[in-house]
């Protein structure tokens, strides 16, 4: 069949024209941070604050659920923690929020990095007493690969932290940002006297509640009596008047273009700071721009529904090889039942039954719009890359794959299946769960992940679903990069003098295996012509 959006059957309101709008109102976000820096506790507050659940403890009760059922995959029990990267969508003041949740802990994955490529925004949590941790600086470098604005909540000032001056100073000299303070603790710990909002100049109480008007004049405060009777709060005062004095005021521009970030002190658990972060992602956030795609980007208001799957989760029942695929809509309005064509296999697929995700459970969704997510239930036959649309040819860009950061050679204890590990690994690859290589000099396959679990994942799913039994062993390589030059002499000459630490990636393009940070900066500084690269597009 080769028709792609039947006219006939979509609603009346995907051809109406104000409908095409719908986008600005969406804000797709997510929440990047170390572990326990506070991102489960703030992701609940800022459901409750937006009136999407009533009670704490919704969002792990959530985790829970979702752990029984996904019971097929021991592992995830074993471990009690979830493979599962989800959305969570809300409403506020005509707002539509998509929250979608970048796996940490020891589900640290791709998928982690690549639900960044699916986002307009991101919330940057940090421990007021910790700083930025590595985790933080490894999702911030893939947000920074796409300029993705970035709003930052120091969480934790109910507690004894860092000087704020001396964290605004980490974050800018780390990150290579400028940063602007919006919202400003008074004192901290056992002293936390609430918070000064910049943005609508008024007080914080130490409840987290609204207080009275101050004066839009920061030197002014000086001359607050009030605020300046207690003694914490005169020092912090004058530490923001310093801060003041040497940082950019917010502007709005240069947080879109990525350039700046907005501080906001916070306490998550206490509820101090959501509200207002809460509006800060409302006003500020960007709603869905034009996405990156060949031959041209798409716009969000493009007629065309068109999108791209970032995600793919393989689903509940092992005998049913079913998957969830989490596709980033990027223009049109989609329509429950609409037929999108798979730009890669050359297919259309009649969407009858996508999940959308609601927070609070709403049966009824049946539109979606650009900066929304969908699931799509399938079997196998979409990839993490794809590109579906209902009319225009269109392939999104920017979808990469990130360089691993383990390394394993697969050792097949039965030779018989290398047949099936070869199926598997293919197999696997495409949905995202690992990243295969073979390297140029020996025959056994190498595989790639950012994380531990992803590793375990991929050795479950490997004996359970094809019947292989697969260990993985290390091969001394720590690191690893696509090798690219304008060059290709450079090039061949680089791969045959390097031969032994190469590979190729399921596409055939050459890389490179470092075993170290060390060895791999020396090859770069040995061979300037070569551009050694962290991503590689897929497809
Ligand atoms: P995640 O690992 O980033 O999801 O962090 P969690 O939300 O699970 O929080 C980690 C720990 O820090 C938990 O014990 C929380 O109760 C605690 N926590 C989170 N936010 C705050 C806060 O604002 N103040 C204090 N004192 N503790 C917090």
């Known amino acids: 069949m080769t028709e ?47 009136g999407a659940i009533r009670m704490a403890g919704h969002v792990r009760a959530r985790g829970e659920q979702r752990r029984t059922r996904s019971d097929w995959m021991e592992i995830e029990q074993k471990r009690g923690i979830s493979v599962t990267s989800s ?40 421990d007021v007493a910790k700083g930025i941790e590595s985790q933080t600086l490894k999702l911030f470098e893939v947000c920074r690969l796409r300029d ?15 000087d704020p001056l001396e964290l605004l100073d980490e974050i800018a000299s780390t990150l290579a940002l400028d940063v602007a303070p919006v919202l400003w603790p008074l004192g901290m710990g056992v002293d936390f006297k609430g918070c000064i909002d ?35 709060a005169a020092r912090s005062v004058e530490e923001l008047q310093l801060a003041a004095a040497a940082l950019p005021r917010f502007d709005i521009d240069a947080y879109r273009a990525g350039h700046m970030t907005p501080i906001l002190f916070g306490s998550a658990l206490k509820g101090i700071g959501v509200a207002e972060l809460l509006r800060a992602v409302a006003e500020w956030a960007p709603p869905p721009a034009p996405q990156p795609a060949k031959p041209e980007p798409v716009a969000p208001g493009d007629p065309d529904v068109t999108g791209f799957v970032f995600k793919v989760q393989a689903n509940m029942d092992r005998n049913h090889r079913d998957r969830v695929a989490f596709v980033r809509l990027c223009s049109g309005i989609f329509a429950r039942g609409m037929k999108l064509r798979n730009v890669r296999a050359g297919r259309d697929l009649a969407i009858s039954n996508p999940m959308f995700f609601f927070a609070q459970d709403r049966e009824t969704v049946d539109e979606a719009v650009a900066g929304d997510v969908i699931g799509i239930p399938n079997h196998g036959t979409l990839s993490v890359g794809d590109t579906l649309t209902s009319g225009r040819e269109v392939r999104f860009t920017g979808i990469p794959n990130f360089a691993p950061e383990i390394i394993r050679r697969v050792r097949l204890s039965d030779a018989i299946k290398a047949k099936q590990l070869s199926k598997a690994l293919g197999d696997l690859a495409e949905e995202g769960v690992t990243q295969v290589f073979r ?101």
């Open 148 to 162: 993705i604005p970035i709003i930052t909540f120091v969480n934790k000032v109910d507690r004894e932290g860092r």
């Open 439 to 539: 390297p140029m000099i020996g025959a056994d396959w190498i595989v790639g992940v950012v994380g531990p679990l992803q590793l375990d994942v991929l050795g479950t799913r490997i004996e359970a679903e094809y019947g292989v039994p697969v260990g993985f062993e290390p091969i001394g390589y720590d690191t690893a990069r696509w090798v690219a030059s304008a060059d290709p002499a450079e090039l061949k000459r680089f791969i045959a003098l390097n031969r032994a630490n190469m590979g190729e990636d399921r596409y055939g393009d050459p890389v490179f295996f470092a075993a170290s940070a060390w060895a791999l900066q020396r090859a770069e500084k040995n061979a300037p012509a070569i551009r050694f690269l962290a991503t590689r597009e897929m497809g």
């Open 198 to 232: 910049l943005a609508a100049h008024r007080l914080i109480g130490s409840n987290g509640a609204p207080g009275r008007p101050i004066s839009a004049d920061i030197d002014a405060l000086s001359r607050d009596t009030e605020l300046m009777a207690d003694p914490n």
């Open 4 to 50: 792609t959006l039947d006219t006939a059957t979509a609603p009346a309101a995907a051809r109406r024209p104000d409908r095409q709008a719908a986008y600005r109102s969406r804000r797709t976000f997510a929440i990047i941070s170390h572990p326990d820096a506070g991102k489960t506790t703030l992701t609940e507050k800022l459901l409750l604050a937006s």
């Open 87 to 126: 959305v969570m969508t809300f409403e506020r003041d005509g707002l539509t929020f998509n929250l979608l949740d970048t796996p940490g802990h020891a589900d640290f994955s791709e998928d982690t990095y690549r639900t960044l490529t699916a986002v307009d925004s991101a919330i940057m949590v940090i």
